[in-house]
Every structure is written in structure tokens, then in C-alpha cells.
């Protein structure tokens, strides 16, 4: 098991962050929050979670513990693989879910790209016990790092990678330019996230 992996960041791309590693680049599946918070070049340490696979090993890296733990519990629900998890985890930090299961949040989960009426009814069926009460109260996106002025690639790429074509991805975007405008030259991409799939899950 690989608990978590820790130095200088290599490279990114919409879904993964190479960390340099004893001279080693190990690649590691990240949410678009979490990428956003990373620069080349500049050290990071990511709490990681190996998937194994028949054919793979996929490395799956988070801001913290807390963010591991609860992509591992995600998966003890029936039908929930690792994508699904770090889908939900893409839309919703740890808190949230947390407390959108506590609550019975049924809306809180179709928002997640591959969750629909009866597949969200289920999860609270299996999951309401499992991931514990909420342990904060601030909001969701409000440790996130700014992300680099390349809030569009980044934000079409992250929605495209979560199942979206690229025309409604595209259409996401320009729905949420107006709060990106508003947070000036710095828009946060996880808030930016949060409202794109709001605007995807409206026009369902």
C-alpha cells in the first residue's frame, strides 16, 4: 500500500499530477480541486490510494487523509468503483458528503456525473452509516487554492474527463465565465467545478 507519495511536481494534465519520487515519476489520478492547488515545480505531498487491477495499477492522490479515507469508503457501496468515487469527490469534499447522507441528500448526489434518481437512493441506503457525521462547518470550496489563469482549459477538461461531452462542456463553462469574472484573475477551479455541474444538472 502506498500511503501517500511527496515531491516536486513534474507535470499536470486535467486528470493526473506526476510527482517526482527518488528520481521515479509516479502518475496519480487527482480530482480537478486538487490538481488546481499543485504548480510544476514546487513540492507536494498527496495521500495516495493504489487500485489493483487485473490489467492496472492506478494511483489515486488526494489533498488529505480525510479525502482518502473517504474515496475508500465510497467504494465499500455496491457498484461503486474507483471513478465514481473520485467523481463524487470532484463535486462534493469529504464534509459535504457527509453531510448529504447524514441528511438523505438526494439531490446533492444526482449532481455527480453517472448518478441518477434510483442510483442515488441506493448509495444513501448503504453509505448513511458508514462515512460518520461531519466533522466542519466550513464550505465545501473554501480551502481551495486559486487556480492558474487557465480556468476554461482546465475546467472543460475536468468535465469532459468526467463524462460530458465537449459541447456541454463548453456550454458549462460559459454558464459559470460570470462568477469567474467576479473572482477576478484568480478564479478558484473546485468552486468554478461545483457550479459548472450545478448548471449540467439543470439543464437535465
Given at each position: 500500500?502506498i500511503?501517500?507519495?511527496?515531491?516536486p511536481?513534474?507535470a499536470l494534465?486535467?486528470?493526473?499530477?506526476v510527482?517526482?519520487v527518488?528520481?521515479?515519476g509516479?502518475?496519480v489520478?487527482c480530482?480537478?480541486?486538487?490538481?488546481?492547488?499543485?504548480?510544476v515545480?514546487e513540492?507536494a505531498?498527496?495521500?495516495t490510494?493504489l487500485?489493483?487491477r487485473?490489467?492496472?495499477?492506478?494511483?489515486?492522490?488526494?489533498a488529505?487523509?480525510?479525502?482518502?479515507?473517504?474515496f475508500?469508503?465510497?467504494?465499500?457501496?455496491?457498484g461503486?468503483?474507483?471513478?465514481?468515487?473520485q467523481?463524487?469527490?470532484?463535486?462534493?469534499?469529504?464534509?459535504?458528503?457527509?453531510?448529504?447522507?447524514?441528511?438523505?441528500?438526494?439531490?446533492?448526489?444526482?449532481?455527480?456525473?453517472?448518478i441518477?434518481?434510483?442510483?442515488?437512493?441506493?448509495?444513501?441506503?448503504e453509505?448513511?452509516?458508514r462515512?460518520?457525521?461531519p466533522?466542519?462547518?466550513?464550505?465545501?470550496?473554501?480551502?481551495?487554492?486559486s487556480?492558474?489563469?487557465?480556468?476554461?482549459e482546465q475546467l472543460?477538461?475536468?468535465l469532459?474527463?468526467?463524462?460530458?461531452?465537449?459541447?456541454?462542456?463548453?456550454?458549462?463553462?460559459?454558464?459559470?465565465?460570470?462568477?469567474a469574472a467576479?473572482?477576478g484573475?484568480a478564479?478558484?477551479?473546485?468552486?468554478l467545478l461545483?457550479?459548472?455541474?450545478?448548471?449540467?444538472n439543470?439543464?437535465?
Open positions: 500500500m500511503a501517500f507519495v511527496s515531491g511536481v513534474a494534465a486535467p486528470d493526473t499530477a510527482v517526482e527518488g528520481g521515479v509516479m502518475a489520478q480530482t480537478p480541486t486538487t490538481l488546481s492547488t499543485l504548480r515545480g513540492p505531498r498527496l495521500a490510494s487500485v489493483v487485473e490489467d492496472s495499477l492506478t494511483l489515486y492522490g488526494f488529505d487523509d480525510d479525502e482518502r479515507q473517504t475508500e469508503l465510497l467504494q465499500t457501496a455496491s461503486v468503483g474507483p471513478r465514481l468515487a467523481a463524487m469527490l470532484a463535486v462534493h469534499s469529504p464534509d459535504a458528503l457527509r453531510r448529504a447522507f447524514a441528511a438523505g441528500d438526494e439531490k446533492a448526489l444526482t449532481a455527480v456525473p453517472g441518477g434518481k434510483k442510483g442515488a437512493q441506493k448509495l444513501l441506503l453509505l448513511k452509516d462515512l460518520g457525521a466533522v466542519g462547518s466550513a464550505p465545501a470550496a473554501a480551502a481551495v487554492s487556480a492558474p489563469a487557465g480556468w476554461r472543460h477538461a475536468a469532459v474527463g468526467l463524462g460530458y461531452a465537449p459541447r456541454d462542456a463548453e456550454e458549462a463553462v460559459e454558464a459559470v465565465a460570470p462568477q467576479a473572482a484573475g478564479p478558484q477551479v473546485g468552486q461545483r457550479a459548472a455541474l450545478q448548471s449540467l439543470r439543464a437535465r
